[in-house]
Structure formats: structure tokens, C-alpha cells
């Protein structure tokens, strides 16, 4: 179907565009991070959905993730996985207030992205003789995903008063946001495995995930390297 092939085409061109730079906090929404006090229950749980939504790094992992899944338990199982792991550590980074260079965690996060996509084609068995336990890899990227998260957070003077109810309120937008997104990509993946052509598009859309994912850790690593000389 031509659409299909369009969709795909324009899907996996979004995948490939050259990341300028890890997602980040609108200027309207560090303005309001910064100067709020008190308990702010709804604008963290926008906040939180919202970066989720606009956060493409944990998109594209979480695609990766839920590609070859094909029963909705299966999908539940993983999808908790990965969201025990990024709340645990989104929680842990902001409230502890132990800071993780950002550079090296999107650079991880990127290779998360790389590392599903191989999975996904066999690469690890086919190359290495080996297979990675896929539910473990899900959990512990889910934590690098979460100090992801952290790190943008900590980049704000965030008022004590409220803020870990605040932190809380941004966990739950965040799953919220988790969960539209889950939605939409299901949607897609369901209309591609209905064309005779699955085979060529899942090979094609995960060497996009491959390609969009050594992008973006070639990318942070070079910003490490710069911002440390």
C-alpha cells in the first residue's frame, strides 16, 4: 500500500535527522520551574506528559522496545519494566540531588536506542553467539532513561518547598505521557504488520532506530569531549 510506504518513508526520516541537541525544557516552562513555590500538583503532571511526549530519545527506545511485541501482556510487562526503571531514578536523581553529567547519560541513552534495534534484527546471536536477557536490558536502560529525565530537571533551581510531592506529580505526567505515546506507536505497528511487505519495513524502521540512536551517542560524546577541554 502506497501510504504505508509513505508513512514508513517520512517515520523513518524523523529517525535519521541529525539531533542538534538532547531534548530539553521550553523557556515558558523553566520560567515556571523556577519560580514556583508550593505544591503544584496539575502543571508538573502537564510538565511531566509533555516531556515525555517531546522527548524523542525515550520514544525511540520505547518503540524499539514494543516492535516485536505482540501480545498485550507482553507489552504491559516490558513497558513496566522500563517505567519502574526511569521513575526510580528520576525520583533518586532530583530528590538525592546526585548529579550525572547529562553528555554521558544521553550518550548511553542513545546507544539504548542502537542496542534495541539490533535485538530486535538478531544481531547479537547472528554476530556474537549470544543473546542479551531482554527484560534485564529494558530495566536497566529504564534507569539511565530516568537520570535522562534527572538531569533536565537539575538544570533548574527548583524551590524545596512542595518538591517531592512536585517530583511525584512530574512521575505520574510522565507515565501519562508514556502511555499516549504507547497508544500511537501501537497504532502504527499494528497497521504495518497488516501489509504483506512487514518484513522489509521492520528491517528498514530498525536500522533507522540503529542509525537515529549512533547519532545521537556520537553527538553527546562529542559534546562531553568539547565541554571538558
Request: zero cysteines.
Amino acid at each position: 500500500m502506497r501510504w504505508i510506504n509513505q508513512a514508513l518513508l517520512t517515520f523513518t526520516l524523523l529517525l535519521v535527522v541529525p539531533f542538534a541537541a538532547a531534548h530539553g525544557v521550553a523557556d515558558g516552562d523553566r520560567a515556571f520551574l523556577e519560580s514556583s513555590t508550593g505544591l503544584q500538583i496539575i502543571p508538573y503532571i502537564y510538565l511531566g506528559a509533555k516531556h515525555m511526549v517531546t522527548g524523542y530519545d525515550h520514544l525511540l527506545f520505547l518503540f524499539g522496545v514494543i516492535f516485536f511485541l505482540y501480545r498485550l501482556k507482553d507489552v504491559g510487562i516490558y513497558v513496566t519494566l522500563f517505567a519502574l526503571g526511569h521513575s526510580i531514578t528520576l525520583l533518586f536523581g532530583v530528590l538525592s540531588g546526585i548529579h550525572i553529567n547529562a553528555y554521558i547519560i544521553d550518550a548511553i541513552i542513545g546507544l539504548s536506542v542502537a542496542y534495541k534495534a539490533l535485538d530486535n534484527i538478531g544481531f547479537f546471536p547472528r554476530f556474537f553467539g549470544f543473546d542479551i536477557n531482554t527484560k534485564g536490558a529494558v530495566l536497566v536502560f529504564g534507569l539511565f532513561h530516568g537520570f535522562g529525565l534527572a538531569t533536565k530537571l537539575q538544570d533548574f533551581t527548583l524551590s524545596e518547598d512542595g518538591l517531592v510531592g512536585n517530583i511525584i506529580s512530574f512521575n505520574v505526567g510522565v507515565e501519562m505521557g508514556q502511555m499516549i505515546a504507547l497508544f500511537g506507536m501501537l497504532m502504527l505497528i499494528i497497521l504495518l504488520r497488516k501489509s504483506q511487505h512487514f518484513t522489509r519495513y521492520a528491517f528498514a524502521s530498525n536500522m533507522a532506530l540503529v542509525t537515529a540512536g549512533v547519532t545521537l551517542t556520537i553527538f553527546q560524546l562529542s559534546g562531553y569531549m568539547w565541554g571538558t577541554v
